[in-house]
């Protein structure tokens, strides 16, 4: 049941992710064309989509450490 609750929270976070990440796509790669080369800039917007993942993950799961979760 734990489990299933974990994956369930982690299936929700890649998907707010997802769409945060696609939200500011636009605004990033504007900024990115601007300050550097357009090859590289495609680079840059890929790591910085990664980081976003990363980052939302990560806080995240500290969020999940402070809460109790449901016992079985």
């Known amino acids: 049941m734990i489990i299933m609750l974990l994956a369930i929270i982690f299936c929700i976070s890649v998907v707010v992710c997802f ?11 504007s900024i990115l064309h ?3 080369l357009e090859d590289i800039g495609q ?12 980052v ?3 806080q995240w799961g500290k969020y999940l450490e ?3 979760l449901p016992d079985s």
């Open 34 to 36: 601007r300050l550097i």
């Open 19 to 29: 769409i945060i990440a696609r939200i500011f796509k636009a605004p990033l790669e």
């Open 43 to 54: 680079a840059w917007l890929k790591y910085l989509q990664f980081a976003i993942y990363v």
């Open 66 to 68: 402070h809460r109790e």
């Open 56 to 58: 939302w993950d990560i």
